[in-house]
């Protein structure tokens, strides 16, 4: 059977081009220069992101010789080339890998290195990144409409990561450029409260199998959602009535006796696990933030509770230092952030005789 001349040209080309192609990317991955210098043969290797690595000879077939046995090491990983700059996303990666899971609230942690990971800073060198280019990419958070404490917190792992190349991960000629720049000014605290009607609410139009029994407890002990999320049946005392919280988030523990309204709250769940709530924080916020725009709630998050519960403990009449111990504040100035007293309770206390 007769070929046709032009199909046959055209795979010839597309062989070509096959081979060039292969011949670039060869080029761009490994390069070697010879140079005769004061009576010797210098022989250079480079490759991309890497320092180079040089030897001098008298001959120019041992250079060669020599250069082609340095390529086979490298290839087979006998020799480890650092790179000379190293792109900030992968150590962004590496952090995700080795840092977060040793951290409390993983998950929301590795969602924001994935959206950092978006943004033009992971595509620089961690040894060109300026102070402007950390307020580069804080300046397009606030645009994009991020709240004040949000922006903190996507600094503050850059600012992390940052130590933690230095100390740990063998940068220790960079500075930190994340602490030389402004954090956004934390808004005056809100005093924002959830009534028994809107918490009903809440708890009515949740799709989640376990949200209801979490808004609950955390309205009857003012624990944080992280706590709440990690309970097992182990740190907790049924007939003494308490529960021994030992990670919490200033990691020191404490004792949190339990109401009448939290013991019936803990007696109605599940024992079918080791866990109260076999569930993660960040899926327990997002079931939280559905149930209040089904609701019609409006300015509200899980974290809100705290607040409304903390105030009510000093409705309550229980003093400061009473609730300090059972919220596990350390400072009084933040314990009064989350405090918010009604003007009804202050009048009927003025009033009363």
């Known amino acids: ?17 096959k081979s060039f192609v292969l011949l670039l990317s060869f080029q761009e991955k490994c390069m070697a220069s010879f140079r005769k210098r004061n009576g010797k043969w210098q022989a250079r290797i480079q490759r991309k992101h890497s320092p180079s690595i040089s030897q001098s000879f008298y001959e120019l077939d041992t250079a060669k010789k020599w250069v082609r046995k340095i390529e086979r090491e490298i290839d087979l990983g006998l020799i480890l080339l650092k790179p000379s700059k190293t792109p900030f996303s992968y150590l962004l990666i590496r952090y995700q890998k080795e840092i977060l899971p040793l951290k409390k609230n993983t998950q929301a942690d590795f969602f924001r290195v994935n959206v950092i990971l978006q943004y033009p800073l992971s595509k ?14 804080r300046d397009n958070l606030i ?25 740990e991960w063998g940068f220790e000629l960079i500075d930190n450029p994340a602490l030389r720049i402004r954090r956004p000014k934390l808004p005056q605290s809100a005093d924002r409260r959830l009534s ?16 209801a029994n979490a808004i609950k407890l955390a309205l009857h002990t003012g624990m944080r959602l992280s706590e709440i999320i990690f309970l097992n049946w182990t740190m907790i005392n049924l007939d ?33 696990t080791q ?14 933030r559905k149930a209040c725009k089904r609701g019609g709630i409006k300015n509200a998050s899980f974290h809100t509770l705290r607040h409304e519960a903390i ?28 405090t918010h007293i009604k003007t009804s309770y202050l009048l009927k206390r003025m009033n009363a005789k």
């Open 196 to 211: 028994d009607e809107e918490i009903k609410l809440i708890c009515e139009h949740t799709q989640s199998l376990y949200l």
């Open 240 to 272: 003494n009535r308490f529960i021994r919280l030992s990670i919490t988030k200033n990691n020191e523990s404490r004792i949190i006796p339990l109401s009448e309204k939290a013991l019936l709250v803990i007696n109605t769940i599940s024992k079918d």
């Open 124 to 137: 620089l060198c961690i040894e060109d990144i300026k102070s402007y280019d950390v307020a580069s990419f």
């Open 143 to 167: 645009v994009k409409g991020k709240a004040a404490n949000t922006v903190r917190l996507y600094l503050a792992i850059i600012s992390h990561l940052f130590t933690v190349a230095k100390t």
């Open 311 to 338: 105030s009510r403990l000093f409705e309550k009449g229980l003093n400061p230092m009473e609730v300090s111990a059972i919220s596990g504040h350390k400072s009084m100035q933040v314990l009064k952030r989350y």
């Open 1 to 17: 059977p007769r070929v046709d001349s032009s199909i046959l040209s055209l795979a010839t080309i597309l062989k070509l081009l």
């Open 275 to 288: 866990r109260l709530f076999p569930i993660n924080p960040h899926a327990i916020s997002v079931a939280f």
